[in-house]
């Protein structure tokens, strides 16, 4: 055998373990979420969107022919991408095996979530990574700069600068990336986006949102109708299923739920506790700490993430239907509302949180921080100290992209379960038990 059929074969049995390695890990979160008790009616075509990408691996659903556009951060306006005739699809990662391959790409100390990015690139065998036209990294950390050099050299890459403040300067000049943006959409995908156009791709996001801001409601009821490790995996499925498909599937979700309210069937009593989650990007089949949060006996009431309601929850304001007002108010959803920790200023992302708490009569908070991600962990302190003056308790918990820190977080979790448990009136505490 010569060396070139020997580094292939080597090659081929890397591959072969990349792959069986990463299908495990999905199947097995895929399969934890199922056994979750209280699904609700109409949640597959939201399995079968992760199942499709992480285990089956295969690229997005969609009609041959059909571009899709990369996005590593919700201030990418989906909208456009409609617009250029394209699905955008969400590469920020959540998986293990493609982290432990980044190890080796990315500085040590860098977030397992760029790790795994890196790691995915580098194997070439994630055809949702392989089949964009285009993609774009709106650059908020340093990470993700260096992510977007790194995949720079592998395809077609655009970086989108995100301001630090959100002043009419910084507004104006992300108008202007959002121009630029435009036009290599218009590369990329060989199609002119026009009024009609981006006035369409308005509508299909828009479907989504309706359909989000219903879900929302439904899902505050309390005792409540569906658990929150089900809501992430119907939230990380919006990544990987284009919106208004999206949207449809999770109207049945609601009429589903609807009927379960009528009923009166729900999936705990009162007596659970309700965690708030926040913090570093919670993306599949990374879902450790949403099933262990809820297999400890709480509940994800809500939750601030990326993957989470984030990206859909603000929709875009026009106040001047032209061309460049629909651009501007792109522009002013994607920065002004944002609760990301990236902006210098976050008063935003406080007053998002204390909405969020008094919303979902929220009793604790857990603070979710990815080792490396500074943006996250600079935050923890005030947010911890503003939460403390409203008496709500918080813990920080950092995870990487691995299953041994598993035991500590539980650990940890159910301590800060039976705190708030301890906190609750005496005559409430009583036998949690569940209805399904
Ligand atoms: S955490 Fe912030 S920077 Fe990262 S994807 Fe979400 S919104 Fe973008
Ligand atoms: S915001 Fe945090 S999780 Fe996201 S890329 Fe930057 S360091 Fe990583």
Redesign the pocket.
Known sequence: MNIQTSQMLRQERQNKRFTDKQTQTAAKYLRRLIELPGEPEGIEPFYYALGRIYVKMQGLDLPQGTKTVGT????APQELIYAAGAVPVKL?SGNYTAFSIGEDIAPRDACPLVKAVAGFKQTGLMPVYEDCSLMVV?V??DC?KKVAGMLGEMCDVMTMHVPATRGDDEIDEFVSQLYTFAERLEQATGNRITYKTLADGFAKVGYAQRELSEFIRLKKQNPYLIRGSHTMAIMNAAAYMPADRWAAALNRVNVSLRRRAAAGQTVTTKKLPRILLTGS?IVFPNLKIPLLIEEMGGIVAADET?MGE?GMYDPPVITDDSFDGMIRALANRSLRP?P?P?FADNSQRLYRLKQLIADNHIQGVIYHVLRGCLVYDFEYKRIEEELGKLGIPVIRLESDYNEEDVEQLRIRIEAFIELIKLRQAPEKRTEVRTAF
């Open positions: 590593y951060c919700v201030m920020c709106p908020t950390c993700k990007p990326c984030r944002c990301c990236t």
